[in-house]
């Protein structure tokens, strides 16, 4: 891109011609504006999916503890509570494996839910999902969580629909 006065070479965030001095209004044609939804989103779809399954093979492996070793028909010496507790817990893990998979999808399709679910499965993921869920999640608030993200994804979302 270059200067329409002096001809000089300019940067895209440049705000002023560094050899003739010409205010450089708005963004430039040929130049989009960055965009920090649009950079990440596909990534965050991607990451959300893989952690899911994660999260879905911790569930079922939970699952599958909590019915062969503790399982108090077969096993009562053990006791019963952890059964139902491992299966309590199991359970929740496989349902935030189906929300997150479902948001990733939803990411990488654009759908105008899918930073709302995003967002809010993030704040979970920070404490429960230790490293990798808690990257995960501060890349996502980072990502999804300003103001001005939630105006750039519903132009993404408006703009993956219109085509």
């Not at 895209?12 to 044609?29: L, N, T, V, Y």
Request: with cysteine; proline share 6%; net charge neutral.
């Amino acid at each position: 891109m270059f200067c329409d006065k002096c001809g000089a070479t300019l940067q895209p965030d440049q705000q002023f011609c560094s050899r003739c001095g010409k205010e450089i209004a708005g963004p430039m044609a040929g130049y989009p504006q960055r965009s920090r939804v649009r950079e990440h989103v596909r990534l965050l779809g991607i990451l959300w999916i893989a952690l899911s399954g994660l999260d879905g093979l911790m569930g079922v492996g939970s699952y599958i503890v909590a019915n062969v070793i503790f399982n108090p028909v077969t096993h009562p010496e053990r006791p019963a509570f952890l059964h139902l507790f491992l299966s309590f817990i199991a359970t929740i893990v496989i349902v935030k494996a189906f929300a997150g998979f479902v948001a990733g999808w939803g990411l990488l399709q654009r759908e105008p839910w899918a930073r709302m679910v995003a967002v809010v499965l993030a704040f979970p993921s920070l404490l429960f999902n230790v490293p990798f869920g808690t990257a995960l999640g501060i890349y996502t608030l980072w990502v999804l969580l300003p103001a001005e993200s939630d105006v750039e994804y519903e132009k993404e979302a408006r703009t993956v629909s219109a085509t």
